[in-house]
Structures are given as C-alpha cells and as structure tokens.
C-alpha cells in the first residue's frame, strides 16, 4: 500500500466522484419526480395510466439496470436513437429508479389509517382538501424512510455506469487498475469514495426510520 | 401446612423507578393467594418474578425450601414446576391445540408422545375442550384460548400455578367458565398465585390476600377478612372503587 | 429494417448458447441464494443475542454489505483473494461468493427483523412452559417469524437475481456476455444485433424476477 500512489491518483478520483454525485443527484431528482406522478395516478386510480404505470413498475423493478443501460445505449441506435453515455445513464437511473419511489410514494399513501380519511369526510372535508391536508402530509412523512433507502440504492447502482464507460468513481478506479495495477490503492479509494456518500446518508436513514416510526404522528 | 415458597425482602426497580419495593410473602402448599391492588401497584410484575421472567435487583426466592439462584439457566428447570398463565392467553399460533399442549411435556420434559397427548386428551376433558386437538387458536374464542393456556400449564403437572389477569381481556360471557376452572383446581388443593380485578371471585377462592400498592405489601390479610374488614384505609378505598 | 433482426436470436446456435450463459447466471444466484440464506438465518438468530460484541461484529458486517456497491465488491474479491490469500478462484466462484455473503448479510437483517417482532408474550410463554433458548427458538420465534420474513426475502431473491448481471463485469460467461460476443460476431449481418439480444435478455429477467415479485406482494396481503 503506497501513499504516494494514492495521492498522485486523488485529482482523477475527485472528477469520478464529483461525477457520480451529480449523475445521481440529476437521476435522483428525476426518480423522485416521475415516481411522485406514477403513485399519483395509482393512488387516483386514473384510468389507462393506471394500467400503463403499473407494467411500467414491474417492468423497470424486475429487470436489471446493467441491461437497461445495455439497450438503451447499445440497442437503441439500432432503431435510430442514439444518445451519449451520459445522457443514457441519467435516464438509465431515473427508468430504475421511477418505480422504486412511485412504490416508496404509494407505501406512505396506502400507510395511512383508513381512520384519518373517515375523520377528514366526517368534518366535511372535499376529496381535493382531503387530498391537500390529510392525505399528501401524512403520506409524504410516511414515505421518507423508504425514499432514503432508494436513494441509498440508486446512488449505489452508478456503479454500474461504468458499463457504459461513464468515467464515474467505479469507472475511474478500474481504468486506473487497468494502466498502473496498483490494485489495493485504487480500490480503498475507491471503497473510501463511496463510504464518504454513503455512511452519512445511512445514518441519517437509520435516524429518519426511527423519528417516523416513534414521533411525528405518534399520538 | 408445608411452605412451598417464600419471598424475601424483593426489590425491584426499572431504571430509577422503584416497582417493588421489600415485598416478603410465604406460599404454603395448597393455598390461594390472591393479589390484589390498583393498577401500576406491581401486581404483574410481582408474579412475574416469581417465575423468572422478570429479573429483580435483591430479594431471595425460596422453592420448597430451597434458596433459588437466579440465573437463567436454574429458571428454565424452575419453570416445569411453576405453571403460569398470562392475561393475552398466548398460545403459539404456528402450532395446533394439541401440539399446544404437548409441546413442554415432550420437548421439556421429554415425555412419550404417547403419555403427552393422553394426559392432555384428559385435561381437555375437565375444560370441556376435547374436541379442539386439530383445531388452530385463530379458530378458537378467547374464552376457549384461555382455557387452553391453563391447560397447557397444566400439562406440565407445576407444582404451583401463576395467574395474571387472566380474565381482563375477555368477554364478559366468557369469564366465568375460565373461573370455574380456576376455582376447581383450588379445590383440588392446587397452589395459586391469582392477580385479578374479579372481586367476587377472589372473595371465593382466596385463603389469603395481598394487597399491593405502590409496589409496597400494605396488607397480608386472611381472604374471609380481607372483604369484610380490611386493616388499611387504602384498601378500604379501593374495595370501594372496585364497587365491592 | 428492426424486424429482420430477430432471426439472429434464431440463427445457428445462438439461442442455446444464450441460454447457456443464462444457467451460469443462475447456477450462482442459487447457491447463493440457499448458502446465503441458511447462513443468513443463523446470523439473525444470533443478532437476537444480547451480546453486544457479537452484534457489534455482525452489525458491520452488514453495513459493510449493504454501502459497498455489488461492482465493487465483486471487483475486491476478484483482485484481492489471489493476491492476499492466494486464493485463484474461477471468476463465477468468486462472484458465487461475493453473492452468498451478500444474500447472508441481507437475510440476517430481514431474520432479526422477524424474529424482533414476534410478541414478547409469546416469548414468555415460551419461557413459561419450560422451553430453553433452543427450543424457544425452533418451535415458536422462527416458525412465528417465517410469514413475517418470507415478503422480503422474495425481494431479496429477485434483487440477488437481478444483480447477477453484473457477472459480466469480471469475466464471467454469462447471459450478457454471451450476448455481447453474439452481436460483436454478427456486427456486419445485422447492425441493429444489439438491439434484439439486449431485449431478448431484458425480457429473460424479467420473466425469472417477475414471479418472485408477484409471490412477495401476494404474501404481503395475507
């Protein structure tokens, strides 16, 4: 284990990492966007979107992102659409992680006592006020520890960007490998890089879970 | 009359907070001992330490004049011989009634399966219960759990009984044959514990009552007494909240 | 003209390779599966101990887990076993292993949560008939908490499942790579190759994850 090595491999690791921080911040934003308006129609039982939101779920959840990003970027310009790495990662990510925060929206909507929405009609509340006042503060407090954990697991699956040769961290760390083979230097970076993002937002996670579960609402 | 259990000078306490506090009491063989006192006065906690459940921080237990060591392990061999039964009945619902029953006297006890089952076949029969074997507890009322629990308890021929509020949860319709049940094994000369807010009931079973509060022992009165002519005012009191 | 480019999945041996490839992937999500998840019970039955340097060392050993990204820790195995341990695994019993101890770590987590939330009366109860901590364990905690666990442990299943895509990343001969070397082979016949054995494999995955993901939310409602 080389200090000196891994100083002299830091500038390229800081783009990496500056890289796979704002990919997943972009792809995060977009995830949580797109899942908010999935579970909204789920939880208005919109018809036709509906059903279109529901194969979309399935389809994103049981299928790898490794091979969505495969089909995207590779399969595609097959049939005339062709996109760069970066472009195909963002909505690689946002593809995956559309359906992870729709079911996270829809686990805090569907946690609401049937109790509360009783109460809310009783005092003559709209379905739009009912919605506005009831429904979405509660749901969305509901939702947060699983909203976390997505994005958790979404900032985690950038890894896979490196598939696509997007020079983010993992990225970074295996060309570095593959030209000076200075294998244990370049994977604790690495690992270090991404204990730097993750154990912050673990923590905090874990924090969240136990507010939730224990205050907030509590009565 | 033979002692069967003492307790001396137990104290136990959550964190800061004192729940029991010097409690002394003798169990003598075939006696009913009814607990009794306003809610949060220890009674639970009290029965539960007397089979382990609950860790206490000084005190010694006495058990057929043996002084008990407290670990976990002395406990778990205790046990077979103190049946206790708790105010949510508590049968295992991954397992049917008989398995229910069966399950310490083989497993435990490492009874025959053969022996196991008969002796609860005959104990299902005293609670009117016999045809219950396959049943699951989901399918029963909690009458009938609960008389399942006494029997699971049974089963393990304890030396003496523990009762916690084992009517609180139930319908009134259905206190009274778990009552029955209850009042025929004191005729059988079982030795009891009993905690229960059924006024009535201990009146009738009870050769002595304690009445706890605060986590204090205020009185050790005879039960013919105790209804009558309680020594405290607070007793007093609450006999009267309790419409008695 | 896309349509043209399905009879390459059909051309010559070309389907049964990707097959082929596709057994390799489940051959080791399975034994990590069933290896992991009996490890992964016997690690959340011990995190339902008291000890505290026994959780403390489990507890890491998740967390570890559970930050690292799968590519990452399958590329630490990969370079570090041979060079630390002198360990010279094929590259698909590396990633068996990588997979297994990820299951374990993941399962252990669902296990202590089941097994957590079983009532402390049944424990007491349990306890009150005379059971030891074994028998506490066998005949009331777990059979109690299977239900309980059993939800996400088909999530879990589905995610290792899915996750093994990622095989392709240290060499080994899977679906994916089976797939790559079918549309590099027929790059000039047909260019839009990519587009069909992607989709071919996109669809394989979902068929195997798909059931596990409807038998989740089906015992989730019971």
Known sequence: MSWQIIQQSLPMFQKGFILTLQMSALGILGAIILGLMCSLCQYFKIPVLKQIVGAYIELSRNTPLLIQLFFIYYGLPGIGLKLSAYTCGIIGLIFLGGSYMAEGFSGGFDGIPNSQIESGKAIGLSQGQLTRYVVFPQGFALSIPALAANIIFLIKETSIFTVIAIPELTNTALDLIGLYYHTNEYLLVLVVGYAIILIPLSIILTWLERRIRYGTFGD | MTELLRVEHLNKAYGEVPVLQDISFTVNTGEVQVVLGPSGSGKSTLIRCLNGLEPYQSGTIYFQGQKVDPTPKNWQLLRQKIGMVFQSYDLFPNLNIMDNITLGPIKVQKQSKATAQKEALRLLDTVGLADYTAKFPRELSGGQKQRIAIVRALALHPDFMLFDEVTASLDPEMVRGVLEIMANLAKQKMTMIVVTHEMNFAQQIADNVLFLDDGHILESTPGKDFFTNPQTDRAKEFLQSMDF | ?222
């Open chain 3, 1 to 222: 003209m896309a349509h043209s480019g399905i009879n390459l999945i059909f051309e010559g041996q070309n389907l049964p390779r990707l097959l082929g490839g596709l057994w390799i992937t489940i051959r080791v999500a399975l034994i990590a599966i069933i290896a992991g998840g009996v490890l992964g019970i016997f690690l959340g039955v011990l995190r339902t101990f008291k000890n505290r340097f026994l959780r403390f060392i489990l507890r890491l050993y998740l967390e570890f887990f559970r930050i690292v990204p799968t590519v990452v820790l399958l590329f630490l195995f990969y370079y570090i076993l041979p060079k630390s341990m002198n360990l010279n695994l094929p590259a698909a019993e590396v990633a068996t292993l990588v997979f297994t101890l990820w299951m374990a770590a993941e399962a252990s987590d669902i296990v202590r949560g089941a097994l957590i939330s079983v009532p402390q009366h049944q424990v007491d109860s349990g306890l009150a008939i005379g059971l030891n901590r074994s028998q506490l364990y066998y005949y009331v905690l777990i059979p109690q908490s299977l239900k309980l666990m059993l939800p996400a442990m088909m999530n879990l299943i589905s995610r290792i499942i899915k996750t093994t895509s990622l095989l392709l990343l240290i060499s080994v001969l899977d679906v994916i790579n089976v797939g790559q070397q079918i549309i590099e082979a027929n790059q000039k016949q047909y260019p839009q190759g990519a587009f069909w054995v992607y989709g071919v494999i996109f669809v394989l995955y979902f068929l195997i994850c798909y059931p596990f993901s409807l038998l989740a939310k089906k015992l989730q409602k019971d």
